[in-house]
């Protein structure tokens, strides 16, 4: 079954203690992405994956850290939890980035089933 | 940065009637995609519609697209209780190498009242 699976699912840690929140997809997909999302602010993009060893800053990148050795893995990393960082979690990935018009493949997006994450 | 902004925030409506939401965005986009997410879980794909098309439809969805008013509506017909959820549009951006963005904006919130 085609899916994007993140790990754990619920967390409750300490202010400073370093985690790592997984994510795997089994789609051989190019692109990858974490958004964080929160009441009244919907989602907001953390960092993004092209393809392997290739990652970009989203709108909200501070204090998190991502690498991407392997096509099918895209780990968030948060070095020193703040309770700032409470906040729902998604891993999203896609086919192939669609350019302008002409494109057949879409960019559409397959998300995991999200992470709550509580920073206390 | 927010790019993609719904309107209404929330909707309620009775089953059997028609849910419309828009999606307002800034700058030029290549595509938009639409996105339902039920409570507290993924976000699962729609529709999505390219910068180049007006209208597209896919079962009870209709989407249209107004690049010169930088807008574009969902229509759900006939809804259902099970269309309870909240709706997102995203719009992205490509313009060469590594640099695509994909924003959500804070979505719609629909409630279908048997």
């Known amino acids: 079954e085609a899916q994007v699976t993140q790990n754990p699912r619920y967390l409750i840690t300490v202010t400073g203690k370093k985690l790592t929140v997984t994510c795997s997809q089994n789609?051989?997909?190019?692109?990858m992405s974490w958004y964080r999302q929160d009441p009244g602010l919907g989602l907001r993009q953390i960092y993004y994956?092209?393809?392997?060893?290739?990652?970009d800053k989203g709108d909200v990148p501070e204090g998190y850290k991502v690498s991407r050795k392997e096509k099918r893995n895209f780990p968030l990393i948060l070095e020193s939890p703040s309770p700032n960082q409470t906040s729902l979690y998604f891993c999203?990935?896609?086919?192939?980035?669609?350019?302008?018009?002409?494109?057949?493949?879409?960019?559409?997006?397959?998300f995991g089933e999200g992470s709550r994450l509580t920073v206390l | 940065s927010q790019q993609g902004e719904e309107d209404p925030q929330a909707l309620s409506i009775q089953e059997g009637e028609n849910a419309t939401m828009n999606c307002s965005y800034k700058?030029?986009?290549?595509?938009l995609q639409w996105y339902r997410q039920n409570s507290g879980r993924g976000l699962v794909h729609l529709i999505l519609?390219?910068?180049?098309?007006r209208e597209k439809h896919s079962g009870r969805l209709r989407v249209t697209l107004d690049t010169s008013k930088k807008s574009s509506s969902l229509l759900i017909t006939a809804s259902r209780a099970a269309d309870t959820a909240s709706y997102f549009c995203?719009?992205?951006?490509?313009?060469?190498?590594?640099?695509?963005?994909?924003?959500f904006g804070k979505g719609t919130l629909l409630t279908v009242n048997p």
């Open positions: 995203a719009t992205d951006l490509y313009s060469g190498g590594s640099n695509y963005k994909l924003t």
């Open positions: 519609i390219r910068s180049n098309e």
């Open positions: 789609m051989n997909h190019e692109y």
């Open positions: 700058t030029s986009i290549n595509n």
């Open positions: 994956s092209m393809n392997v060893e290739v990652t």
């Open positions: 999203a990935s896609s086919f192939r980035v669609p350019t302008s018009g002409r494109a057949k493949n879409t960019g559409e997006l397959f």
